[in-house]
Structures are given as C-alpha cells and as structure tokens.
C-alpha cells in the first residue's frame, strides 16, 4: 500500500505538470495573437525562388505595407541575364554570388529556404551561412505538406522584421519559381490579415478606454 506521503509527492507532481501544460498553451495562444512584425522580404534576383518570391511581393507591396529588397551581384547578373531593373536590389561589390548569398542572410533577421529535397549549391551555402552567423533559418520542402501558420508562428517567434528567402534557382527545380510565389502570396496576405486583425483590436481597445 502507497504511503501518505508518497500520494501527496505524487499529487504535487501532477498538479505541476497541469500548471506547466497550461502555461506552454498559454505561450502559444499568445504567439498566435501577436502581430507578425515583417517589413520587408530580401532575395538575391535569381531565377527560381527569388525571383518567384520577388514577383509576390511586389504584386502585394502596396497593398500590405511590406517591400521587397535584397542584395545581387555586381552587374545584376543571374543565370538568365542582367536581372530586370524594376527588381530593387542593391549590387555587392563582387561578381561572385557568393557573396550576394552571404550578404543577405547577414543583413536579415532570419532566412526561409524554400526547396525540394536535398539542399545544393547556392541554397546549401545559404543554409550553413546561417548555421555560421547562428541566425534563425526555417527550411520548408515545397514537395512536401507545409502549414503558412507554422511559417507565421516561426516569424512571430523570432520578431522577424526582415526576411531572406533563398532556394534553388529554375534551371535546377523547373516550376520552382512558381511555387515559392504561391507560398508568398499566401503569406503575405496572412500578414496581411494579421496586421487588420491587429488593427481593429486597437481600434477596439481606445474604444473601451476612451468610454471608461
């Protein structure tokens, strides 16, 4: 038979668990709410993701309040020519596009690979840049299920305010470009809904204030 004494460590423990349980869904509820806080989205003007991600953005810039930016290599150069002038990036002093690739993890808060499958080249370089300078670094496989919410909360989390997204360019992984703008898209205009939501609570709030 159980000691009284060992009932009650027993019940002291579970009472703690509970208290702990709620207070992780307490932290995450409170993630949800809090308002995504990105600003701009940086890529670096390649074919493929970049440029699929670059497309998105600017297609929603005016509407959502999020810009597009980022760094190229000198001489705008990418795998299909001199990247199109209406993309507003800023051009290292090297040709090399590692440095580009460099550039813009490090002058980010956090950097979103969008690939599929195994990491290569440029992206595989993005990856461990960011390993490198221990910013947060999200890979998402576009082959596989992803949830936007899961991408919102990863951002939330870490107070991203400026974005980098990389991945392989559209020689490698034909139709990548169109599929990173889709993602994008839809998480833009998460943010978007995000930042109204944001907004009519204050609204709602001044109002409760101001009546009392």
């Known amino acids: 038979m159980t000691k009284f004494p060992e009932k009650l460590r027993l019940k002291e423990i579970a009472e703690e668990d509970i208290y702990f349980a709620r207070r992780d ?36 810039s005016t509407r959502i309040g999020i810009n597009a930016g980022g760094w190229c290599p ?16 800023d051009e290292t002093p090297d040709e090399d596009p590692a440095q580009r690739t460099q550039w813009n993890v490090r002058d980010t808060d956090a950097t979103l690979i969008l690939h599929q499958g195994e990491l290569s080249g440029g992206t595989l ?3 461990k840049v960011a390993a490198r300078l221990e910013k947060p670094l999200l890979l998402v496989d576009l082959n596989q299920p992803f949830s936007i919410d899961e991408i919102c909360t990863w951002l939330r989390s870490h107070a991203v305010r400026v974005l980098n997204v990389a991945g392989p360019r559209e020689s ?36 409760l204030q101001s009546s009392t």
């Open 74 to 89: 000198r001489g705008r150069l990418a795998e299909d020519g001199v990247i199109n002038a209406r993309y507003p990036l």
């Open 172 to 207: 490698e992984r034909p139709g990548i470009a169109a599929q990173s703008g889709e993602l994008i898209n839809r998480l833009l205009i998460a943010a978007k809904q995000d930042k109204s939501d944001d907004k009519t609570e204050s609204s709602a709030e001044r109002g």
């Open 125 to 127: 370089l993005t990856q």
């Open 25 to 60: 869904r307490e932290l995450i509820q409170a993630l949800h709410r809090k308002p995504l806080p990105l600003k701009q989205v940086c890529c670096g003007g390649q074919t493929g993701v970049d440029r699929g991600t670059l497309d998105a953005v600017l297609a929603l």
